[in-house]
């Protein structure tokens, strides 16, 4: 698996940011993560215990992924169940809903039947396709950095191995273009 394909924690968010963020760099929160026996707790409680400390959830779950990572609990792409996901988005012209349906035909041709789920309004609509084997893959719009436009993600969920990856991540880059 490369950094290619995912991430690894490491290359990605600046330790800067996580520093202003959550006031302390990753290191140091590693550090106090084994003083609290993060290796063996979990997840859920690792991420349970930095939100303790007072840390925003939202990044306790990046501080916990990171240190999963640097500890060698979980590869990149390894979510907490052990399943794997990758992920692409791209930037488009428009609003959230008018994006999210364009979108939803585009998909809904692709694999064949309709989402399985859709959650409309708020700040990300989503919709989701699930397959009878549990992958799923899961597109969701937000604003974008500019008025106007707006970041389309797919992620695509339940991969059951790393080697699924490669293949998973070049079929929501292709799926995206065709948006």
Same mark, same amino acid.
């Given at each position: 698996?490369?950094?290619d *394909?995912?991430?690894?924690?490491a290359r990605?968010? @600046?330790?800067d940011? *996580?520093?202003a963020?959550? $006031?302390?760099v990753?290191?140091d +929160?590693? /550090? /106090?993560?084994?003083d609290?026996?993060?290796r063996?707790?979990?997840h859920?409680?690792v991420a349970a215990?930095l939100?303790?400390?007072g840390?925003? @959830? +939202? +990044?306790?779950?990046s501080? !916990? *992924? $990171?240190y999963?990572?640097?500890r060698?609990? &979980?590869?990149?792409?390894?979510?907490?169940?052990g399943?794997?996901?990758?992920?692409?988005s791209?930037? *488009?012209?428009?609003? &959230?809903? !008018?994006?999210l349906?364009r979108?939803? #035909?585009v998909a809904s041709?692709?694999? $064949?039947?309709?989402p399985?789920?859709?959650?409309?309004?708020?700040?990300? @609509?989503s919709?989701r +396709?699930?397959?009878a084997?549990? %992958?799923s #893959?899961l597109l969701t719009?937000?604003?974008g950095?500019?008025p106007?436009?707006v970041r389309?993600?797919?992620?695509r969920? &339940?991969?059951?191995?790393? %080697? &699924?990856m490669?293949?998973?991540?070049?079929?929501?880059r292709a799926?995206?273009?065709a948006?």
């Open positions: 698996m490369t950094d *394909v995912v991430r690894s924690h990605g968010i @600046p330790a940011r *996580v520093l963020a959550t $006031g302390a990753p290191d +929160w590693y /550090r /106090r993560l084994d609290a026996d993060g063996t707790i979990g859920t409680a215990w939100v303790a400390q840390v925003d @959830p +939202w +990044w306790a779950q501080v !916990a *992924v $990171g999963g990572q640097s060698g609990l &979980r590869v990149p792409g390894q979510r907490s169940d399943s794997f996901a990758v992920s692409a791209r930037q *488009v012209d428009g609003d &959230r809903e !008018a994006v349906d979108a939803v #035909v041709a692709s694999f $064949g039947h309709a399985t789920s859709e959650r409309r309004g708020g700040k990300r @609509p919709a +396709w699930t397959a084997d549990r %992958e #893959v719009a937000e604003d950095p500019r106007g436009t389309l993600s797919a992620t969920e &339940r991969l059951t191995g790393p %080697e &699924r490669p293949e998973a991540k070049a079929g929501l799926l995206l273009a948006i």
